[in-house]
Structure formats: structure tokens, C-alpha cells
């Protein structure tokens, strides 16, 4: 790919990425943010493409659009009764996200450009047009086996974890010969009542 | 600005870094605030790659790392969201600033 047509793809999948990512920000409907995050999560995949991690891209598209954004559509859909969350208001703490945004902007680019500076443009060490996903195996296989194996084991407690807390009963607690003999179709203890003021003091 | 090198793909990641924090300490959502933990998490695994892409020796370990920043996040996702539920079943409110229950 000539330095021209890799210049314009980058733009615009960096274009992509970032475009979203602002209307995320100054939206407040929850859902538009949802669909708004599907552009942005198109974008890297495009730029790890761009970077020659064709199984990452693939991995992104996958893991991230297939898999967690569908997730937090269902998050909103089942919990769309809350109040506030359509037509929410669309900030708080606007000023210091806006003071913390801008400086870890400056600050990260001051780091990269200084990072970058003293060799220029580094050349790219990977050929671009080799798929990486042998040589991403083989690493997991070999140097990364034991990461592997641990993330694994995550992997297995945050599925356990979150099949446990997304439970639709409240009765955690209760072992189940305490509740052997009675009805518990419902909620034992009703929901606490909630106001602005949280609970009780 | 033909020559796109690493540096370019750096200035991205800082400003998708920067837009996660903006939309982390902005909304009262807590599937809202996980969109931009979900931006941050991208911007990181971004920089990983182009640090292996952009490196001196061939590596692919950056892509390695970067497919255990994917894993996390996807395990993440998954906790978080399940414990909004409960937030939701519990408290009836899905806003990080109302659950605040150990503070009183």
C-alpha cells in the first residue's frame, strides 16, 4: 500500500473512531451513545487493521460489537424502567471532565510525539500483508501459556460472578433448607424504597 | 502530513483516552459510564499494538497483550452489568451517584 492510500485510510478510520466517541460525549440518550459506540469500535478495528493486527481487528469486531455492545443494549433494555435513564440530563461535573479531558489529551500527545521524535517516523517492522495470527498462537502457546491459563480461570469466575449477581431473586443468603418447605416465588424483602436521599441515615 | 507513522495513531489513542475520561466523570448512568471504560480500555489496547507494529525487533507480543485487554474487558462488561441489574432490582435506579447507601 503506498504511503498516499495508507495516509487516507488512516484518516478515516481515525475519523471514525474519534467523530463517535465526541458524539458520545454530547449525547445523553442512552441508546444513541450505544449505536454511537458502534462507529467508534468500527474505527480501531480498522486501525489495528491498518496496523497489520489482522486477528485483532477481527477479535474487535467480534468480541466488542457481537459481544459487549449487545450486551449493554440488553443492560438498557432491562433496565429501562429507572428513572432518568432516556432523556437523562446530559452532564454533570462538566467543567473538571472537560479541564481533565483537555490535559490528559495535551499531555499524552506531548508523550507521544516525544516518544516518536527522536527516531521520525519509525519504519514498521512487521510486513503489513503477513497474517499475525500463527505468530499470536504460537506466543500464547509458548511465552504467554501461563497469562493464558490465568485468564482462563477469570474468565470462568466472571461468568460465575455475573450468572450469580444477575440473579432474578433477592434471597442470596438463604441456604436452601431454610426455604425448603415455604412458597418463595417471590422477593423476600421488598425492594428499599428509593428517593433522592438514598436510605436511611 | 502524507507520512503516517506511529505517532499518529498515539494522538488517536490520547484522544479516545480522553473522550472515555470526559464521558466517565460526565454521566450519571452506569451503562453510560461503562461506554467510556470501554473507550479507555480501546485506547490502551491501541497503543499496545502500535508499539508492537512501530518497534525495533518483530514482536508480536503488544497484539498479545492487547488480546488480554479484550478478554478483560469482555469479563468486565459481563460483572459490571450484572451487578447494574442488581443496582436496578435493588434500589430501583441505575445512577452512580444515588447508590450510595455505605456512605450514610
Given at each position: 500500500?503506498?504511503?498516499?492510500?495508507?495516509?487516507?485510510?488512516?484518516?478515516?478510520?481515525?475519523?471514525?473512531?474519534?467523530?463517535?466517541?465526541?458524539?458520545?460525549?454530547?449525547?445523553?440518550?442512552?441508546?444513541?451513545?450505544?449505536?454511537?459506540?458502534?462507529?467508534?469500535?468500527?474505527?480501531v478495528a480498522g486501525l489495528y487493521l491498518l496496523l497489520g493486527a489482522d486477528f485483532l481487528g477481527l477479535t474487535q469486531v467480534l468480541v466488542y460489537i457481537g459481544?459487549?455492545?449487545?450486551?449493554?443494549?440488553?443492560?438498557?433494555?432491562?433496565?429501562?424502567?429507572?428513572?432518568?435513564?432516556?432523556?437523562?440530563?446530559?452532564?454533570?461535573?462538566?467543567?473538571?471532565?472537560?479541564?481533565?479531558?483537555?490535559?490528559?489529551?495535551?499531555?499524552?500527545?506531548?508523550?507521544?510525539?516525544?516518544?516518536?521524535?527522536?527516531?521520525?517516523?519509525?519504519?514498521?517492522?512487521?510486513?503489513?500483508?503477513?497474517?499475525?495470527?500463527?505468530?499470536?498462537?504460537?506466543?500464547?502457546?509458548?511465552?504467554?501459556?501461563?497469562?493464558?491459563?490465568?485468564?482462563?480461570?477469570?474468565?470462568?469466575?466472571?461468568?460465575?460472578?455475573?450468572?450469580?449477581?444477575?440473579?432474578?431473586?433477592?434471597?442470596?443468603?438463604?441456604?436452601?433448607?431454610?426455604?425448603?418447605?415455604?412458597?418463595?416465588?417471590?422477593?423476600?424483602?421488598?425492594?428499599?424504597?428509593?428517593?433522592?436521599?438514598?436510605?436511611?441515615? | 502530513?502524507?507520512?503516517?507513522?506511529?505517532?499518529?495513531?498515539?494522538?488517536?489513542?490520547?484522544?479516545?483516552?480522553?473522550?472515555?475520561?470526559?464521558?466517565i466523570i460526565t454521566r450519571r448512568n452506569a451503562i453510560a459510564v461503562l461506554v467510556g471504560v470501554e473507550l479507555v480500555l480501546n485506547a490502551a489496547a491501541l497503543?499496545?499494538?502500535?508499539?508492537?507494529?512501530?518497534?525495533?525487533?518483530?514482536?508480536?507480543?503488544?497484539?498479545?497483550?492487547?488480546?488480554?485487554?479484550?478478554?478483560?474487558?469482555?469479563?468486565?462488561?459481563?460483572?459490571?452489568?450484572?451487578?447494574?441489574?442488581?443496582?436496578?432490582?435493588?434500589?430501583?435506579?441505575?445512577?452512580?451517584?444515588?447508590?450510595?447507601?455505605?456512605?450514610?
Amino acid at each position: 500500500m503506498s504511503d498516499a492510500a495508507f495516509a487516507l485510510a488512516f484518516y478515516a478510520c481515525a475519523g471514525l473512531a474519534v467523530v463517535p466517541a465526541v458524539a458520545i460525549l454530547l449525547s445523553s440518550e442512552i441508546v444513541r451513545q450505544a449505536f454511537w459506540l458502534l462507529g467508534t469500535l468500527t474505527g480501531v478495528a480498522g486501525l489495528y487493521l491498518l496496523l497489520g493486527a489482522d486477528f485483532l481487528g477481527l477479535t474487535q469486531v467480534l468480541v466488542y460489537i457481537g459481544g459487549i455492545l449487545i450486551l449493554m443494549l440488553f443492560g438498557v433494555m432491562l433496565t429501562q424502567r429507572a428513572k432518568g435513564t432516556y432523556g437523562q440530563a446530559p452532564t454533570t461535573r462538566a467543567w473538571p471532565a472537560g479541564l481533565i479531558g483537555i490535559g490528559a489529551t495535551l499531555m499524552l500527545a506531548l508523550a507521544a510525539v516525544a516518544a516518536t521524535a527522536g527516531s521520525g517516523r519509525l519504519a514498521p517492522t512487521l510486513p503489513a500483508t503477513t497474517g499475525t495470527t500463527r505468530g499470536i498462537g504460537e506466543a500464547l502457546m509458548s511465552g504467554y501459556i501461563l497469562p493464558f491459563e490465568m485468564v482462563s480461570i477469570v474468565l470462568l469466575a466472571a461468568l460465575v460472578g455475573a450468572a450469580f449477581l444477575a440473579r432474578r431473586s433477592t434471597e442470596v443468603a438463604a441456604p436452601p433448607s431454610l426455604t425448603a418447605g415455604a412458597a418463595t416465588a417471590g422477593p423476600a424483602t421488598p425492594p428499599a424504597p428509593a428517593g433522592p436521599a438514598g436510605g436511611q441515615p | 502530513m502524507i507520512a503516517v507513522g506511529a505517532t499518529h495513531f498515539l494522538v488517536v489513542a490520547a484522544l479516545l483516552f480522553a473522550l472515555g475520561m470526559g464521558i466517565i466523570i460526565t454521566r450519571r448512568n452506569a451503562i453510560a459510564v461503562l461506554v467510556g471504560v470501554e473507550l479507555v480500555l480501546n485506547a490502551a489496547a491501541l497503543n499496545f499494538i502500535t508499539f508492537s507494529r512501530y518497534s525495533t525487533v518483530p514482536n508480536v507480543d503488544g497484539q498479545v497483550v492487547a488480546i488480554f485487554v479484550i478478554i478483560l474487558a469482555a469479563a468486565e462488561a459481563a460483572v459490571a452489568l450484572a451487578i447494574v441489574l442488581n443496582l436496578y432490582h435493588v434500589l430501583d435506579t441505575v445512577h452512580v451517584d444515588e447508590a450510595d447507601e455505605l456512605r450514610d
